[in-house]
C-alpha cells in the first residue's frame, strides 16, 4: 500500500515518495521525509548531506570559500531553491516544499527510524518531530 499525504491546497492525495525519490537527486540532501497532512503546504523534514551544502554555498559564493559550516538561514535558502529546480525538472511534478525543517540525526535503524529493509519510518519520523512541526506552521 502507498502512503499518501491529504494535501489541504489543493483537495487532493499526494504521494510523498515521489516528491522524495526526486528531492534525493540532489547530493545536498541525504535524507528527506515530506510532511503536510491536513495542511496548505506540503513540507519537509530533511538530514542534509553537510558537505555537499557547504560545498554548494561555496561555489555560488552565499559563504566565503574559506567557511567552515553554514547557517540555518543559508541551508533553508539554499535547500529551498535546490529542491523547487529538481521538483520543477520533474514533468509530472506540480508540487512545492514550503516549510523545511532541518536535522542532525540521520534517520537509522538503531533510532528505530529506519526499517531493517533501510526504507524510513514516515509515521515515527513525524512522531519524533511532532514540536517541531507544528511550528513549521504556525
Do not use: H
Not at 46 to 71: F, H, Q, Y
Not at 93 to 104: A, H, R
Amino acid at each position: 500500500m502507498k502512503y499518501k499525504i491529504y494535501w489541504e491546497n489543493s483537495g487532493e492525495n499526494v504521494e510523498p515518495l515521489e516528491l522524495e525519490d526526486a528531492a534525493l537527486r540532489s547530493t545536498l540532501i541525504q535524507q528527506i521525509v515530506v510532511i503536510g497532512q491536513d495542511q496548505r503546504r506540503l513540507g519537509a523534514i530533511i538530514v542534509p548531506n553537510k558537505e555537499e551544502v557547504l560545498t554548494a554555498a561555496k561555489t555560488i559564493s552565499i559563504v566565503d570559500a574559506d567557511a567552515s559550516e553554514l547557517s540555518k538561514e543559508k541551508m533553508t535558502s539554499l535547500a529551498r531553491k535546490m529542491i523547487q529546480e529538481i521538483l520543477g525538472m520533474t514533468s509530472e511534478c506540480s508540487f512545492q516544499i514550503g516549510p523545511i525543517l532541518f536535522v542532525d540525526e540521520p534517520f537509522t535503524i538503531d533510532s528505530g527510524l529506519m526499517t531493517p529493509t533501510m526504507k524510513i519510518r514516515r509515521d515515527r519520523v513525524v512522531a519524533k518531530y511532532k514540536e517541531e512541526i507544528a511550528n513549521l506552521y504556525k
